[in-house]
């Protein structure tokens, strides 16, 4: 089974079984409300994107981003988030750059430690602005900007709690980007990408949680 129907069954599931575990949180005493939070990291291509056929492999990249969400109850929130990231290239001065909004759906293993791991799956739109090769002799390439295309992810991350109402997390993610065949366009010329893009991100970041009125 290829790995893009896996991630695909995987984010049904758990989004499937959101209500469900809601359902069973709603007796606890709710404390939060919002969550906003800010990360920075780095990104591993995963698949053809790490080296694209020839030599135009994308290096180790750098990601940051902002989210923020609404919590259902201590353990369930939705919300959405902007990512940026930028991958430069193994041999050329050019560079990957990806731009990435949508929505998420997290969930949390809420208790008494400073210490609050969670699961969260995400789904959105990537707009890809990619170094290409942009003449059939391949000696012009240039950074185009490509069509938006559907972005899906996978994350379990650990919070660890500084304060009553926020922390610092650690997060990890597989993100996969059906950018297969998107187009791009050159002096009145279609250009498509050949394949997905699929990285892997380790992330840090910063949580902040707003609760009720008193």
Not at 52 to 74: I, P, Q
Not at 85 to 106: C, P, R, T, V
């Amino acid at each position: 089974m290829k790995k893009s129907h896996v991630l695909v069954a995987l984010t049904l599931l758990l989004a499937l079984s959101i209500p469900a575990m809601a359902q069973e949180d709603e007796e606890d005493e709710k404390w939060r409300n919002f969550e906003v939070g800010i990360t920075a990291g780095m990104n591993f291509p995963s698949g053809s994107f790490g080296d694209w056929g020839d030599s135009l492999g994308a290096k180790n990249g750098f990601t940051a981003g902002v989210c923020g969400g609404y919590c259902l109850t201590n353990a369930i929130s939705l919300g959405a988030y902007f990512t940026y990231s930028y991958h430069g290239m193994e041999i050329y001065n050019l560079s990957y750059k990806l731009y990435d909004a949508g929505a998420y759906a997290k969930f949390a293993l809420v208790g008494e430690s400073d210490w609050e791991p969670y699961a969260k799956i995400s789904g959105g739109a990537v707009f890809p602005k990619f170094a290409t090769w942009v003449t059939e002799d391949r000696n012009t390439m240039r950074e185009l900007s490509y069509d938006p295309a559907l972005s899906l992810g996978l994350f379990a991350g650990l919070l660890w709690y500084t304060s009553d109402y926020g922390g610092l997390f650690l997060e990890a993610g597989y993100h996969l980007n059906m950018t297969e065949e998107v187009e791009g366009e050159y002096a009145s010329e279609k250009i498509l990408l050949k394949d997905n893009v699929e990285y892997i991100s380790v992330k840090i970041g910063i949580s902040v949680f707003f609760g009720p009125e008193e």
